[in-house]
């Protein structure tokens, strides 16, 4: 960035008089500010964006006198780690820094990248995760809520876990007719898969429903099991409707109608679903609806590491990486209004 480059991007910050989405000014005339990171962990959490420092937003974008331009560079570097030492962030992007002259004086323009989402998030070492996650919104490094820091934590990070045996079982505890479907799919879908595999016990290695051992997997359990819950009695997923829009409307009452689906992770999605499509769960028509809505949650729970998310249309699963507190497994709930 050269100097017209730069006067005309704080002269556009002049005119809205404040920083915005992409740019943060920030004084540091002799020393470097110390909510910079949270700056940094912002850009590098949301789109990247530029850090100008040297400069005061409250003299209306100007030069600050008197800047300490290399301390100041010599503190940001080290505070990104890059000085032999341990810096400010955990997951630090890519920057670079420039030196860019303006008004007579040497002001440090420093580019920050956005982070693969793999990497993400960026946060404060100090503060940790939960509380040094920042992402930018407008003018403003906002720290990023819980469930956004796990978003980001698990983004496209498999467990092995589902390859685990599970202590307990046998052959005798997977469903044959499942298991047999599942094998006539992967030839129709996947035919390679098959490719070599002249016995049953071979094809059901190659699907992951046992191991080379011969075990059973944990996802062929929940997958094709007789019945799974007789090894995880807390798998299951609680369709439930609530009177009124609000959680505790409806006073003492606490639902008006529930369903609790078990069996394989299949059987449990399609009766979820039915639930949700059935007569009783139903918006009521126009002219039979009643003066309170109702509201339809679901609760999927499992020993660890997984939830269930809803919408009015569509029942997903996923992996949240939530592990176990004490001896409780975590519950997600997730709501959907009907109006």
Known sequence: ????????????????????????VKESATTLSRDVWETVSAFANTAGGIIVLG?????????????????????F???????????????????????????????????????????????????????????????KDVPLSSTEVLALSSYERTSPSDRDAVPGTSVGDLDESLVDRTIERAYSLTPRAMRGATDKKTKMERLNLLDFQGNVTKAGLLAAGVYPQQFYPKLFIDVAVHAGTQKGAAGPLRFMDRTVCEGTLGEMISDTVAARSSRRIQQPHAAHRPSKASRVSTRWRFPRRSCA???????????????????R???TFLTTVSR
């Open 1 to 24: 960035m050269n100097e017209n480059e730069l006067t005309g991007l704080l002269e556009s910050l002049r005119r809205m008089g404040s920083d915005d989405l992409n740019v943060e």
């Open 309 to 327: 998310r809803q919408s009015p249309t569509r029942l997903s699963t996923g992996n949240t990486g939530i592990g176990s507190v004490g001896n």
């Open 329 to 331: 497994s975590p519950s």
């Open 55 to 75: 400069v005061s937003e409250r003299a209306g974008f100007v030069p600050v006198a008197n800047f300490e331009t290399e301390k100041v560079l010599n503190q």
């Open 77 to 139: 570097v080290a505070g990104m780690g890059d000085a032999g030492g341990r810096g400010k962030l955990a997951n630090p992007p890519k920057y670079t820094i420039e030196r860019v002259g303006l008004r007579g004086t040497v002001v440090l323009v420093i580019t920050i990248e956005e982070l693969d989402p793999s990497s993400k998030p960026c946060y404060v070492i100090e503060r940790g995760a939960q509380g040094g996650s920042y992402k930018r919104v407008d003018d």
